[in-house]
């Protein structure tokens, strides 16, 4: 039977109880501090009448308090959903009707929709009850997170996964990453995204030092927490991130070459141009992609400074997960680079389903195999291709275009900060790739020049008939395009 994380971390509170737990740009916090707030958090909830199965409705923030309240509410027994920092208040009621959550903890909300609402100050609380702990820790098939996805192919809906799914991911990250007890972490996402939660417990169950950034905004802080006197440290960032990086700060990256020890990407996959670019500034670093989603945990790992020449390719399946290829039915398919399957992720790490929507599970759920809308292959090495999403795949007269393939090429060429590839509807075809390309600051736009740069690149039923410059790419909060945004 598998420890929760909460389990986890109050051993190694009993190991390091002096050690930096969680540091913030303005504050830190030791590991036996750390697991005195999470028991009084837990105290304080269950006082106010929190069961084991009820589900806590809060903001999330790139703060020790929200990390205190997360595994706070896990000892208690309760399932927290932590939502974007930026939720509107007026949509809480909605949101809480949605997953049936029992009470939220916001300060700004208030109980006229009939919510059970607790003040937000809980630090004070979780001290005020800090020593009074009498929880027991959660099993493994009780529920522990309810995540939202990010909507980006649909409704945004709720991800129910339990506390053995939590710590069957942090084993798989453990496992992808080499995280160790002196692993220092540095991330900057919202800790309501699945990824960034995951980085965070993994780096607690291992011993180490999570250091929690509030964005990437401030490119000064950000390499403040490079500078982290410490021999080795790890960084996990989006793809976004890395892009904004290069174009705002050149190649100062480079300059911690010897001081990186992994710098791990995930939400999207990394554009080849950029890969590369790591692979000259970060030669001594292992360079990780991941491949997963907040159904699926994390399914693959690819250390592309290892491998460099596997364009496409998310890496082989991590332990508690196996990938299998499958057609419209569900029938298990060999897959190959000409007749691609749909990938589906089996294993410990896998969701409940989606709180409250019976449907909508049936239809990326069956036991514990998530069904995806990725299209990929494995080859002979057991290295797992992604080629793109089924519903992204635009139809050109039959033959099928991955937008993210025509993307990717383009942001070889020098010039293009950023693109989305969209289909456009044709007389002939049915459907042509368009190409919307945001150009770097004072460069032209020339779409003449660049189609004949992706025909070099591309089969022609591939390249874009029709170009247009944009002044931004529609992206989500955590920086992936918005494509349902473009249909």
């Not at 937000?120 to 959660?138: H, I, L, M, T």
């Not at 927490?225 to 990086?245: G, N, Q, T, V």
């Amino acid at each position: 039977m598998r420890k929760c994380i909460e389990e986890q971390i109050a051993a190694q509170a009993d190991r390091f109880p002096e050690k930096h737990a969680i540091i913030t740009l303005g504050e830190s916090i030791t590991y036996g501090e750390l697991d005195r707030l999470i028991g009084g958090y837990a105290s304080y909830l269950k006082a106010k009448g929190v069961g084991r199965g009820d589900i806590v409705l809060a903001r999330a923030a790139q703060t020790i308090e929200f990390a205190v309240l997360y595994f706070g509410t896990h000892l208690a027994g309760g399932v927290i959903s932590p939502l974007e920092e930026n939720t509107p208040v007026t949509e809480l009621p909605m949101i809480a009707r949605q997953i049936g959550a029992r009470l939220v903890v916001d300060s700004s909300a208030d109980d006229t929709a009939g919510l059970r609402i607790l003040p937000r100050a809980v630090v004070e609380d979780a001290k005020a009850f800090a020593g009074s702990s009498q929880s027991c820790f959660p099993f493994e098939d009780e529920l522990a997170d309810v995540l939202f996805t990010t909507g980006t192919t649909g409704i945004s809906k709720g991800v129910a996964l339990t506390h053995g799914a939590l710590s069957a991911t942090a084993e798989n990250l453990t496992y992808g990453c080499g995280y160790r007890e002196d692993t220092v972490m540095v991330a900057a996402s919202p800790l309501n995204h699945a990824h960034a939660i995951r980085h965070l417990y993994t780096t607690l169950v291992n011993g180490g030092t999570f250091y929690l950034l509030n964005g990437m905004t401030n490119l000064k802080k950000f390499y403040q927490a490079l500078d982290y006197p410490c021999e080795k440290l790890s960084c996990w960032l989006p793809p976004s991130a890395i892009r904004m990086l290069f174009m705002l700060s050149g190649n100062k990256l480079g300059e911690y070459a010897n001081k990186l020890e992994f710098l791990e990407v995930s939400t999207q996959p990394l554009s080849e141009a950029d890969k590369e670019k790591l692979r000259g500034l970060l030669p001594k670093t292992r360079l990780l992609n991941c491949y997963g989603s907040s159904e699926s945990g994390v399914a693959c790992m690819y250390d592309f400074q290892k491998y460099p020449d596997r364009a496409g390719c998310v890496g082989k399946a991590t332990p508690n997960t196996t990938i299998a290829f499958v057609d419209d039915d569900r029938n298990t398919v060999t897959a190959s680079i000409e007749h691609p399957g749909l990938i589906a992720c089996s294993g410990d790490t896998a969701m409940r389903g989606y709180i409250n929507e019976p449907e909508l599970t049936k239809l990326a759920l069956s036991g514990n195999t998530v069904f995806t809308s990725d299209l990929g292959y494995m080859d002979e090495d057991g290295f797992v291709y992604v080629i793109g999403r089924q519903g992204d795949v635009i139809n050109v007269g039959g033959l099928k275009v991955a937008p993210t393939e025509v993307e990717e090429a383009a942001l070889g060429f020098d010039g293009v900060e950023d693109c989305v590839c969209i289909a456009k509807d044709h007389p002939i075809s049915g459907k042509t790739p368009k190409l919307l390309v945001v150009m770097k600051q004072n460069r032209a736009f020339d779409a003449k020049e660049l189609r004949e740069y992706l025909l070099e690149r591309l089969e022609s039923y591939k390249v874009p008939t029709s170009f247009e410059r944009v002044d931004t790419v529609k992206r989500t909060y955590n920086g992936k395009i918005d494509r349902k945004a473009y249909r």
